[in-house]
């Protein structure tokens, strides 16, 4: 029979499904910062050379950094709880102790990051606005 601690215990198939559709989430608002820093690229690229247009003037610099700087602190911070749960929750998940945590830690980190780049990703490579003026030449 198993005891009440068992019956607390999360589930090991609930809880790597969990922690990838969250960092998916928080993935998808990482485009806000990382558009607005794309944005951002552009009005440097026109400041320093003459091949863009500036979306906007010095002031809408300061406030594109502003607001890159606001969002990517809140999502990192989001992400260090979001994680941290989830660091236990696989712990707790498991039948026996981990014999090379910091091993699944840094998996734990390096897939959080793959995770967050995907949406962004997804976004500059499947639309016809963006990519195409990175690469310069190559779609036509």
Request: zero cysteines; aromatic letters at 12%; hydrophobic letters at 50%.
């Amino acid at each position: 029979m198993a005891s009440e601690t068992d019956d607390r215990r999360p589930r090991r198939a609930l809880v790597a499904p969990a922690w990838v559709a969250g960092n998916l989430v928080i993935g998808y608002f990482m485009i806000l910062p990382l558009g607005t820093a794309d944005t951002l690229a552009y009005y440097l690229r026109a400041v320093h050379g003459d091949d863009v247009v500036a979306p906007y003037g010095s002031d809408g610099a300061t406030f594109a950094v502003v607001e890159i700087l606001v969002l990517a602190g809140s999502l990192l911070t989001i992400s260090v709880f979001f994680n941290r749960r989830h660091w236990r929750r696989f712990l707790a998940a498991q039948e026996r102790p981990l014999p090379r945590k910091a091993a699944f830690l840094t998996a734990l980190v390096l897939g959080a990051a793959t995770l967050y780049g995907l949406p962004f990703l997804l976004f500059m490579m499947a639309t016809n606005r963006t990519a195409p003026p990175l690469f310069p030449g190559s779609w036509s």
